[in-house]
């Protein structure tokens, strides 16, 4: 299997992305190529160059590029003219993902959830979930965590804990508290009981707040997993003090950490659920806000938007859910390969006394050094390899392999990973450490 790119990697012309797209861009700069075509675990630049993708888009493709299926879905949609703008209208595209969703996911999960088409972008759910939270509850405080991620839209952002990001502000973020994640302060300290502690200290200063946000593995947060445990005390402590339960699904959901939902089995049902990324399953835009039908509470258009039926991604997230959840082999396969990823990358981590991270195929190694992991990505990079850090100091590396991938073709992008860790610390890091 040869997928080394050509050595040149010239842009066709590199000058019209300087001279006219906007500095803001940012996962271009670590990845400058410009790409043309893309199939399954596969993306291929316009110089011939073909890469392994241990990114899937920042985990929107976790069923491969261009998968046959939902290509086909989308392109017989498209050729009967199905209707193809975002109003919240009633649509064949809509009524057929609407019961899908029903039959393959919600009824044999036993979950009864009302669904809000949000805007596309995951941020948006987020704004719908706490906005739904503040005014079923009549609060303003949501209890967010040390190194979440929710987000870039004032709301969202202000439950963000990334201070880089929370500088783009540009006003007061407000009306959040960052609670400690599990195992903030090391395996000794439980902060759930901190955080209940808190909340039932008439004098502690915390307000009582209107939900718990929660991510159950942190994806731009550094991988953090937290327990079964710490997460059902956590949706005890929210019903016990009066607030809604928010999991954020965005990136850990569609299957990321084995199961649809990535709290499955863990014996608590979240009052919101946000999901996007994935959902589409073909990298399209698509957000969903899912809530108990108690908490169905705004008023027609009360969080409104003009693309909030994203017709073409209800065709490809319908053609999803049928191939891949309608029964339970995705998943039990899913599972197995999170355990191989997971052997592994504890292999190579314990070579170098650096730990593991993550759930599912949600997995990384925690380098302990930003600079390190970003020497690490970047030859991994000219291998061949698409594969990006997450963390507070960027110094997780990070495989969010496409969880379709077979086992060989992972095994060779965790080769290339294996090869430029270990170059990079028989180089300068060996002689830094000394
Ligand atoms: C990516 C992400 C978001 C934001 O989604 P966008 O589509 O980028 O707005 C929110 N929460 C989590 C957990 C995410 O990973």
Same mark, same amino acid.
């Given at each position: ?8 990697? &010239? ?14 861009? @940012? ?7 410009? $790409? ?13 160059? *073909?890469?392994?993708?241990?990114? @899937? ?66 941020? /948006? ?27 870039? =839209? ?7 804990? /990334?201070?880089?990001? *929370? ?6 973020? @407000? ?35 209107? &939900? ?47 199961? $649809? ?24 835009? $698509?957000?969903?806000?899912?809530? *108990? ?17 994203? /017709? ?22 899913? *599972? ?89 610390? =028989? ?8």
């Amino acid at each position: 299997m040869t997928m080394k790119p050509k050595p040149s990697g &010239a842009i066709p012309d590199r000058m019209i992305y300087e001279r006219r797209e906007s500095g803001v861009r @940012s996962y271009a700069r670590s990845m400058p190529r410009q $790409f043309g075509k893309a199939e399954g675990v596969w993306m291929h630049d316009s110089e011939g160059g *073909r890469y392994l993708d241990f990114l @899937s888009g920042c985990s929107t493709l976790n069923y491969g590029h261009n998968h046959p299926l939902l290509k086909q879905a989308l392109l017989d949609y498209i050729a009967a003219d199905g209707i193809a703008h975002g109003l919240d209208l009633h649509t064949d595209a809509k009524e057929a993902f609407l019961r899908t969703f029903e039959d393959v996911i919600l009824t044999p999960r036993g979950l009864d959830y009302r669904l809000m088409f949000t805007g596309p972008t995951g941020t /948006n759910a987020v704004e719908a979930a706490i906005k739904l939270a503040r005014k079923v509850t009549g609060r303003e405080m949501v209890i967010a965590f040390t190194n979440g991620f929710h987000g870039m =839209t004032l709301g969202a952002l202000a439950c963000t804990g /990334n201070a880089a990001k *929370r500088g783009g502000a540009g006003v007061p973020l @407000s009306h959040v508290a960052h609670e400690p994640y599990d195992g903030y302060y090391g395996p000794e300290v439980d902060t759930a009981d901190l955080l209940d502690q808190r909340l039932s200290d008439p004098s502690s200063g915390l307000d009582a707040p209107a &939900a718990i946000l929660v991510e159950t593995v942190q994806g731009e947060g550094g991988l953090n997993a937290a327990s079964p445990e710490w997460l059902r005390r956590i949706a005890d402590i929210a019903k016990a003090h009066g607030a809604l339960l928010i999991v954020d699904d965005i990136q850990a959901g569609c299957g990321r950490t084995g199961g $649809f939902f990535s709290f499955e089995e863990m014996g608590f049902t979240p009052d919101i659920i946000t999901m996007a990324k994935s959902l589409s399953g073909m990298g399209l835009p $698509f957000a969903l806000t899912l809530f *108990r039908p108690e908490f169905d509470q705004f008023s027609p258009g009360e969080h409104n938007g003009t693309f909030r039926g994203n /017709n073409h991604a209800f065709v490809t997230a319908t053609a999803a859910l049928r191939h891949f959840w309608s029964d339970g082999a995705f998943q039990v396969d899913v *599972r197995r390969r999170g355990d191989l990823l997971d052997a592994r990358l504890t292999r190579i981590a314990a070579r170098y006394g650096f730990e593991t991270r993550g759930r599912g195929m949600m997995r990384g190694i925690n380098t302990g050094s930003g600079e390190l992991a970003g020497t690490v990505t970047a030859a991994c990079f000219d291998a061949g390899l698409i594969i990006e850090t997450s963390g507070a100091h960027d110094e997780v590396i990070k495989v969010l392999a496409p969880l379709v991938i077979d086992d060989a073709t992972l095994g060779v992008g965790l080769d290339i990973l294996e090869t430029r860790i270990r170059e990079a610390m =028989t180089s300068e890091y060996a002689v830094a450490a000394e």
